[in-house]
């Protein structure tokens, strides 16, 4: 395996991934397998070697700082205010502070009228049981009622 040449833009293969620097011992040619994640070669030369592994997650390690340093940049010098939340929101993502699912307006209504209808339903099922209900809280308690007094 020649040592890659570090001027050479790194090969990429039609679905975007990096290629291996290494050239096949065998044909001469270079490596077309994808280069494993954070490295510059595969699995089979050389990618998968323990020190290989370490380095490549110390790369990583070391790009988190700059990466933080650029949210937080972004986050108060951004030039529109999307930018900025954009910016705000990836780093409270990172940080653990998850968003709340968003609820529109047409699911709240829809929530709160189950609620409702189970509300009712239990009153009504307590009003046929013969239990008190205060007239006139349930909106639907005639049929209920003129079954009591059949
Ligand atoms: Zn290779």
Redesign the pocket.
């Known amino acids: 395996m020649e040592p890659p040449d570090l001027l050479e833009p790194p090969r990429i293969d039609e679905q975007n991934r990096r290629?291996?620097?290494?050239t096949?011992k065998r044909t001469g040619e270079p490596?077309?397998?994808p280069?494993m994640h954070g490295m510059d070669?595969?699995?089979?030369?050389?990618?998968s070697a323990p020190q290989a592994r370490r380095s490549a997650r110390q790369r990583l390690l070391d790009l988190v700082d700059p990466a933080i340093a650029t949210l937080a940049r972004e986050m108060e010098q951004a030039e529109s205010s999307s930018d900025r939340q954009r910016a705000a929101n990836s780093i409270l993502d990172r940080a653990g502070y998850a968003r709340l699912p968003k609820i529109d307006e047409d699911e709240a209504r829809d929530i709160l009228v189950q609620r409702l209808i189970e509300l009712r339903d239990a009153r009504v099922s307590r009003a046929t049981r013969g239990a008190n209900v205060i007239e006139g809280a349930v909106t639907e308690p005639r049929k209920a009622h003129s079954r009591e007094t059949e």
């Not at 070669?41 to 990618?47: D, L, M, P, Q």
Request: hydrophobic share 40%; charged share 5%; net charge positive.
């Open positions: 290629l291996c620097h290494a096949s490596c077309n397998a280069a070669v595969c699995r089979i030369h050389g990618g």
